[in-house]
């Protein structure tokens, strides 16, 4: 998780083997990151899990925000095992009651996410998770919801970057902790 491949720990090469790479997938052109096959393998799946818990068992997290749909899937076991609450950030008009939202640019098009107000209270200190860190879009749009309602951020938590789209650098310097780059 540092980075640093002499240090990585073994159980990221079990995970890094159960990805499975879609070519074309959703459009020609793009080799999709597919995570549904981690989620097949009960040791890779604890395994993801438990190394993000072992990251954040004593950082004080208070919240975890898991962004649709694939944050939904390893969001709320981390936050099970820190003792923190789960807050989902879903597309528009998926939840009931009132929202605020947060509006960012794709490389197609514009989308937002939304929360349910009072979910996130400030002070609190967060960790936002998905699976997956491209352009970085998605995870700044959530870290700006997070920030609008006065919670710390404290890191964004993916199983795969894809460092060539630079996502990390549109994350207003917050760390990021992933598990498998894919180059």
Known sequence: MSGNKEE?????HGIKTKI???PDFPKKGIMFQDITTV???PKAFKDTIDLFVE????????VVAGIEARGFLFGPPIA???????????????LPGETIFEEYELEY???RLEMHIG???????????DDLIATGGTLCAAINLLERVGAEVVECACVIELP???????????????LVEYR
């Open 80 to 94: 099970l095992a820190i003792g923190a609450k789960f807050v989902p950030l879903r597309k528009p008009k998926k």
């Open 20 to 22: 499975r790479v879609v």
């Open 55 to 62: 990251r954040y068992r004593d950082k004080n997290i208070s």
């Open 119 to 129: 979910a996130v209270e400030a002070g609190d200190r967060a960790l936002v998770v």
């Open 39 to 41: 989620l097949l393998d």
């Open 109 to 111: 098009g514009n989308d």
């Open 8 to 12: 990585e720990d073994p159980r990221i």
């Open 164 to 178: 060539e789209l630079q996502g990390r650098q549109r994350l207003k310097g917050k760390p990021l902790c992933m």
